[in-house]
């Protein structure tokens, strides 16, 4: 099932996640209806806050970032199977000089900001089964991880901009928030009062 993506302006972006035990109620349904959201607006990957749940969550499928030819065969064919559910993330560390990528999120439609991000992190999780994985990513895939990892601590790409392009781009989130925005998948505006 898709679910509404909640869009920039709701608090529920800006809290920190909490961890969650094998008891979560409809934690495998919740997982399925992630996956149906996430594909359903072409996103690589989605956080539990995304959809309005602050629990410590997110799915990641990398497989479209494997189209680009800038990629050498071995990495697109790890990014091609790199498809990834992840509860209770930790960061153990990120490693390395710090690279720009051009990041986009699905909270925040048709924003792009060039990110500063180290090129490694090593992160301990619980993959669906709850078995505890203890993985080091690199390059695009740990990008990726990195972004969602960020949604379950309450912080947004949009947060590690300079101020001046903060400014430049304040008037879109604005639009974002308010719902003014043209998006083709379902999302909840935080400032739209809900008719019945
Ligand atoms: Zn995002």
Redesign the pocket.
Known sequence: MILPIVAYGDPVLKKKAKPIDKDYPKLEELISNMWDTMYNAYGV?L?AP?VGVPIRLFVIDAAPFAEDDDLSASEKEYLKGFKKVFINAQIIEETGDEWAFSEG????PDVREDIFRKPEVTIEYQDQNFETQKETFTGLAARVVQ??YD?TEGI??TEKISSLKKRLINGRLKKISSGKIKVDYKMRFPSVKKGR
Do not use: T, V
């Open positions: 990957g956080a995304q999120c699905l909270s925040i972004h969602e949604h947004l790409f």
